[in-house]
């Protein structure tokens, strides 16, 4: 009888669509989270606003877009060679000021690892980088 229930079971895993996983973001929500940062920043046209642009971030150091004014903390990260990739952006975007204690960015940051993972596949999207 045991090896009857086993056979049912395995038959019926192998039925059953397995669903992919990943660990990608959805770029069309991570869009609508954008929309906390569109007050500071834009990811199509290199303007700075409150916060420097985004065109090219992916592969960035930080504090480096020309004509935007940056904290000395955030120089100091770019001195030290801080780059800007999913494994940087996400720590920074969930807590801004844990990352880097001094930065400008007064934004509390993004708790939900979801809204991280959807906003940092909008940005290589939008951004028109690749990592």
Known sequence: MGKVIQA???LMLA?????AQSDEGDPAKGEKVFKKC???HV????????????VNLFGRTAASVKGYK???AMKAKGAEGLVWKAETLD???KKPRGYIAKTKMAFP???KESDRKNILAYLKKATKTAE
């Not at 039925?15 to 669903?19: D, Q």
């Open 8 to 10: 049912a079971i395995a």
């Open 15 to 19: 039925a059953t669509p397995v669903m």
């Open 109 to 111: 940051g993004l708790k």
């Open 38 to 40: 569109k007050a500071c």
């Open 70 to 72: 940056y904290s000395s």
């Open 43 to 54: 990811v199509d046209k290199e303007k700075n606003k409150v916060g420097p642009h985004l």
């Open 91 to 93: 720590p920074y975007l």
